[in-house]
Structure formats: C-alpha cells, structure tokens
C-alpha cells in the first residue's frame, strides 16, 4: 500500500515535469494558426514537421549552433583545467585562506547574474571582447568556475591520499601523480563536472544575450528567445528550436552516465 | 640497500602540534627495525619524513649517508606498502607493479621480468590481468608488497600493512615478510601499533611514546632490560604487572604493598637506598608469578596467600587473575592447574626478575 501510495506520488511529479515538455513537442508540430486556437487542444487537424524547416529560414540557426558549440565546449576545457588544478591543490595541501577562499567562491554563486552583469559587461567592452566568443566563453567560465571547483574538491577529497603518496614513491611528481593517478580515478566525477559545465554554458541565456549582438555570436538561447518578435509570436518555430536543441543535452548525459554511476575507484584501499 | 640515519628529527604540524620530538636514531644497512608504539606515538609520521612524504620541520634525514631532506620521494629509491594497500584501482595487478620501473624508463623486457619474478614469490602470477577490486584483502597486500620489490629499493617502508588483514591471514603474512626479508637482505622499516609483530619481526626495535624515542634495542633486551615503565609495559603479553608499594627498612628491607610483602634481594639494593619509605612500582611479568609449591630455592619470595579472582584458560595455558583495591593482576601458568574464581593459592615472584620503578617518571630504577 505504502509503496503504491510511493508510485502515484512518483506518477503525479513525473508527470508535472514532462507536462511542459510534451506540450513543446505537441506545439512543435502544428501550425502557426493551429497554436493560437482556442481552447488549446493536443491533436490539431493538421500536423507536421514542417516547423523543424521553416526555423531554419527563419532564423540562422546553424550559426547560433556553431557559436553555442563552440562556447560550451570551450567553457568546459576551460573551466575543467583550471578547476582541477584548484581542486588539485585546495584538497592535498594545508594553507593559510584555504576555507575562506572555499567560502567566497560558495558565496559568489549566490550573487544574481543581473546585480553582476554591468561590470562584467565593461570588463569586456573594455578588453575589446563585446560580440566575440572569447568574450562569452571567459564570462562564462568565470560564472562556472566556482561550482565547478566545489564539485571537484568533494571527488578529489574520496580518493585516498595514500594512493596519491604511493605514485610519489614510485616515481612521479606532483603533478605527474594528478594526471597519471588522481584525474583517472576521478573521472567519474571529471565526467559529471564537465557535463554540468557544459549544460550550464548550453543553456545559458542571460550573459549571451547582453555580450552578443551578432549573428556570428549569439547562441541557441538567444536565437530561440528572438522568436518573439514585435507583431509576430512563432510558437511553433520556437517548440521546435528548443525540441531540437534540449538533445544535444539529452544524448550527451545518457552518453556519460554510465561512467559516473559505475564507482570507478572501487578497489583502490579496503 | 642502504642505512637510514634521523639526528634530531622533529615535526610540528601547522596546528602545533608536536608529532616527532628529536628523534635520533641509526638503522644499519639490511637492519630490520620496527617502529611500534600506540596510536598517535607519532611513529608513522616518521616513517612518512623517512619517505619524504612529511616535511621535517627539525633536524636531518640522511639515507645511505646523504643528507635527504629535501630530495623528494621518488629521488629517494625507496618503497612504501601502506596499511590500505593504496593500490592503484584503474590498473591492472601487472600495471600497478610495473608502474614505478615504466616511470623509470627500464626496458620492457626487463619489467616483464622483474614483475613475473615478484609475482612468483608473492604467488600473485594467477591475478596478474586483474583489478585490485577483484581481489581480496590479502591479495590486495601482496600485490602492494609486490610493487614494493620490483623496484628493488634501497629500504623498504612498511606503514602497519598487515593492520587491514583478519588475524589468520596477519600471522601468515607476517611469516611470508620475514622470509622476504631474509630473501632480499635489505633495509626494512615497519611501523606497527602491535608488539607482538615488532617482537616477531624486528633486528632492532624502536619503542615511541607521544612523539618521543623511549628505547631502541633487540627484541630480548628490550623484554628483558626495558628502560623504563611505558616499554616494560607495551612489550610483552599479558603485559607485565605493575604492583605500587612500599620499601621499608626495618633491620632488612622489605617490599610492601597490599597484596604482597617480602625482602629486597641483595644485588639491587643499592639501587633503591634512596627510596627508602617512598613509594615505589615493582613490575613482574605474569610468568615470574608462580605456584609456590612448584617451585624452591632462595630466588623465590617467600609464598604469599591470594584469591583467584578470574580464570583464562587459553589451551596451552591458564591466566590467573586478582585484584587489590586498585587493579588486576596477571599470572600465567601451566595448562594442568585446574582452579575456579574464589579459590586461595600460594605464589610466589621470581625475584632474580623483578623490576622497581620510580612512580612518578616511571623510570627503571633496577
């Protein structure tokens, strides 16, 4: 009883979280007139992936995909190199500021994106970036960087020091020990990061849309954004941007959750 | 293979900590010493320093005659087994032993060689395509002492290895790492919070409390001469019985305490003139307490009444206790005697090997 109480719980969230997402789809695949009608209705007489064509008209999506590529996966290697040498460093070695650099960089994550967006909007006005993507990938990465260096510290932290002094003894240096030894034994968790730097970059709309202003730039959430238009709303033009582009996302985790799942350092110590 | 020399080592932890208090010490090349001593003694910390795996904060490390302190592990030639094996989980059994000698740039065939040789000893040629998750505990720690002999190092570090294994499998590594060192005929240095695997297994034993060196010396002498009451204590088991009491001089002098009273032997008492109605510790080891009708002559006190308060038969022996007012004594005696809590027999101690303390530094006074 308690566990069939547990499922219709279960059901009832599911189900409040695909909601949205199926009516996407639905959208995706009808008509621009059929997405005015009233009342809304999910079959509609006429249906087709015509939209999934006409977007691309519309709109030049293939440059928006080309610029989102290239930001996220650039904020990725970005924030993965620096995040883990930081990691690297802040759980192996005692120094003085170590907590409080833990702490603020928790407490940068608390600032809302919009109370920062002025000085980093100069910053890169002023290092001549605005409308580049060095420019949004360096905001972007510098947005990341904190979270990412957290996650990292915490799978840093489970492997064992020892397995760490026994690659010293048996001829590595410090940094020879993290490539060889460390990064393979977090790559779970390396995996886990560099998705959620990636996503965060993908799905990032607030920082692209004030730093890009080009065709050449702006990315996917920019691009689906400008199909709100002054007299005209695409609904149906607009579902199928961001049906087509939730799965790049989608892939990619169902790729890599396998990875992090399977406890990779099991056997290293008792 | 290589001596190992500390002059006044000492470490302090960022905290302040004082982890290793001026630890002098001289470990001859092919010498086998064992660092042993309780939990928090420091005695792994040392070890680490010797690997340079800790900073020294004071003093001077030297291996084979050059100073180390700041050469780093891997320019040290040495090799470390660690309590949790810390084997490298994403390798194979052939990849973590060969790991150091690739690192190292030797020759693939002689790797292969090497590994197959260390893997033939340890009885580990079966696993060599394995995980280490795929093995259990005590295949886990032969692998580990496998990475350690391919390298062939100048000392060998062991950091409690044997502390991770049930106690069947620890007895028979135990045996198994002697016959290695008899085999290899290097420098070895072994940490152990057990005294019974220091005894076992160490040329030299080094005895630490609380950061400091108490003695260094064979297992024998240091059964038999410890310098004061903590290693008099910690080697031996049951461990020795500390009886607080008194000396008297009244015409000859006496021993008193509750439970016992008798005359200070000749030979030591010059040693105690100066504790004379000073409290003072006698130590006997619970096989210098005997059945006083199993024994005669003028060695033995003279036989003294006493309840058996708790009986450990272990097979091969009994342990008797009693008590005082204040704690238990042990003694241990031949598997024949059949005795049951409240019966009253007669003992007697040794007394060619009784020790006396001083009760407040705890130093062997004779």
């Known amino acids: 009883m308690k566990k069939f109480g547990l499922i219709l719980l279960m059901s009832l969230v599911a189900f409040g979280v695909l909601l949205p997402i199926l009516w996407m789809f639905d959208t995706s695949l009808k008509t621009m007139i059929e997405t005015a009608h009233l009342p809304p209705r999910w079959i509609a007489p006429e249906m087709s992936l015509q939209a999934y064509v006409d977007m691309f008209n519309f709109l030049p999506f293939a440059r928006y995909t080309l610029s989102s590529l290239i930001t996220a996966s650039a904020t990725t290697v970005l924030t993965l190199v620096i995040g883990s040498l930081a990691a690297f460093a802040l759980s192996r070695f005692v120094f003085r500021g170590k907590h409080l650099f833990l702490l603020v960089m928790l407490l940068s994550q608390m600032l809302p994106g919009s109370s920062i967006i002025i000085p980093f909007f100069e910053l890169i006005r002023d290092l001549r970036l605005f409308d580049t993507h060095v420019g949004l990938i360096l905001v972007h990465s510098a947005v990341q960087l904190p979270f990412v260096i957290w996650l990292l510290y915490g799978f840093f932290r489970t492997i064992p020091q020892e397995v760490e002094d026994a690659a010293l003894i048996d001829g590595c240096s410090r940094l020879e020990a993290l490539f060889r030894v460390l990064l393979p034994l977090a790559l779970p968790g390396l995996g886990a990061t560099a998705i959620f730097a990636f996503l965060g970059s993908w799905n990032e709309f607030f920082f692209a849309l004030i730093l890009t202003s080009s065709d050449a730039t702006q990315t996917i959430p920019v691009g689906i954004g400008l199909f709100v238009g002054e007299y005209l709303d695409v609904w149906n033009q607009m579902s199928a941007a961001a049906v087509l582009f939730s799965l790049p996302p989608l892939v990619l985790f169902l790729l890599v959750q396998r990875t992090f799942i399977k406890g990779l350092s099991a056997g290293a110590i008792k | ?366």
């Open chain 2, 1 to 366: 293979m290589a001596s190992v020399e500390l002059k006044n080592v000492t470490k302090v932890y960022d905290n302040q900590v004082v982890a290793v208090k001026e630890a002098s010490l001289e470990i001859k090349d092919r010498e086998f010493a064992v660092l042993v001593g309780p939990s928090g003694c420091g005695k792994s910390t040392l070890l680490r320093m010797i690997a340079g795996l800790e900073e020294i904060s004071e003093g001077e490390i030297l291996i084979d005659g050059k100073t180390v302190n700041d050469v780093p592990p891997k320019n040290r030639d040495i090799a470390m087994v660690f309590q949790n094996y810390a084997l490298y989980p994403h390798m194979t059994v052939f990849d973590n032993m060969a790991f150091g000698l690739k690192l190292r740039h030797l020759p693939k065939t002689e790797i292969k060689q090497r590994v197959m040789e260390a893997a033939e000893i340890l009885h580990i040629k079966d696993y060599l395509d394995r995980k280490p998750k795929a093995l259990s505990g005590g295949q886990r720690q032969r692998v580990a002492v496998g990475r350690a002999i391919v390298r062939k190092p100048k000392v060998f570090l062991f950091d409690e290895p044997l502390s991770n294994l049930d106690a069947k499998l620890r007895v028979q590594m135990r045996i198994e790492i002697n016959r290695l060192y008899n085999r290899l005929n290097t420098t070895m240095i072994y940490v152990t919070h057990d005294q019974v695997e220091a005894m076992t297994m160490g040329t030299k034993i080094v005895v630490l409390k609380d950061g400091v060196i108490q003695q260094v010396d064979s297992p024998l002498n240091l059964y038999n001469n410890p310098v004061n009451q903590f290693v008099a204590g910690f080697m031996g088991s049951p461990a020795m019985n500390f009886i607080c009491g008194e000396i008297q001089q009244n015409g000859d002098v006496q021993f008193i305490s509750e439970l016992l009273k008798f005359e200070i032997p000749e030979p030591v008492l010059n040693k105690l003139k100066d504790y004379n109605r000073k409290s003072i510790l006698l130590g006997v080891r619970p096989e210098n307490v005997l059945l006083a009708n199993s024994v005669s002559g003028d060695i033995y006190s003279v036989p003294q009444k006493i309840a058996v308060d708790v009986v450990e038969p272990i097979g091969n022996e009994i342990f008797l206790y009693f008590r005082d007012s204040k704690q238990n004594y042990c003694m241990r005696m031949p598997p024949e005697h059949i005795y049951a809590c409240g019966d009253t027999i007669e003992v007697v101690l040794n007394l060619s090997k009784i020790y006396f303390f001083d009760s407040e530094t705890g130093y062997r006074l004779a």
